[in-house]
T-cell receptor, first 111, second 111 residues
Framework: QKEVEQDPGPLSVPEGAIVSLNCTYS??????FMWYRQYSRKGPELLMY??SSGNKEDGRFTAQVDKSSKYISLFIRDSQPSDSATYLC???????????WGAGTKLIIKP | EPEVTQTPSHQVTQMGQEVILRCVPI?????FYWYRQILGQKVEFLVS????????KSEIFDDQFSVERPDGSNFTLKIRSTKLEDSAMYFC?????????FGPGTRLTVL
């Protein structure tokens, strides 16, 4: 079983839709959960960071962590064509340890 | 806003040659990382660096690889004898704690 599983997509939705992106993981030691956005041939850009379980909201983005189910989600409200990118989940067991990455989900927002 | 910078943006080299990839982390950050991403694949951790020494390294980071912080600002990754399979995007990241900020990457092409 891979440590972090993420559906690579592509996920195509119309502009304005609510997008739900998810990752599952197997290592119960993970405590730090991040979502990055990556445009083609660019570096990952940190979107959201959550420690342990719970929700975090930042503008149109909401991150959720359910440690009991080993499941994390990123919701994007009022999606825009500029949100089209690959979204990667990443997680770590300690604050400065290596990040373990999902494969990334390619998101396409159709105008 | 401070950014991680990397040079060069693209490096082409012949198999067996040495390459040095350069990074300037964000100035008040203490932890530094190198990751790589082979085209179409997951981001993979290579090495982390703290207090002038390696704190973690992956199986990928074998004797062909080395890292250095030659002065107060630069952080380098050296590949001593490049192989075809070293062709990838190499990302440098830095963090004061937890949130890792990534540079734009260096695309390494080994011919």
């Amino acid at each position: 079983q891979k440590e972090v599983e993420q559906d690579p997509g592509p996920l195509s939705v119309p502009e304005g839709a609510i997008v739900s992106l998810n990752c599952t993981y197997s290592n119960s030691a993970f405590q730090y959960f991040m979502w990055y956005r990556q445009y083609s041939r660019k570096g990952p850009e940190l979107l959201m960071y959550t420690y342990s379980s719970g929700n975090k909201e930042d503008g149109r983005f909401t991150a959720q962590v359910d440690k009991s189910s080993k499941y994390i989600s990123l919701f994007i409200r009022d999606s825009q064509p500029s949100d089209s990118a690959t979204y990667l989940c990443a997680m770590s067991a300690d604050s400065n340890y290596q990040l373990i990455w999902g494969a990334g989900t390619k998101l396409i927002i159709k105008p | 806003e401070p950014e991680v910078t990397q040079t060069p943006s693209h490096q082409v080299t012949q198999m067996g040659q040495e390459v040095i990839l350069r990074c300037v982390p964000i100035s008040n950050h203490l932890y530094f990382y190198w990751y790589r991403q082979i085209l179409g694949q997951k981001v993979e951790f290579l090495v982390s660096f703290y207090n002038n020494e390696i704190s973690e390294k992956s199986e990928i980071f074998d004797d062909q690889f080395s890292v250095e912080r030659p002065d107060g600002s630069n952080f380098t990754l050296k590949i001593r004898s490049t192989k075809l399979e070293d062709s990838a995007m190499y990302f440098c990241a830095s963090t004061p704690r937890v949130k890792q900020f990534f540079g734009p990457g260096t695309r390494l092409t080994v011919l």
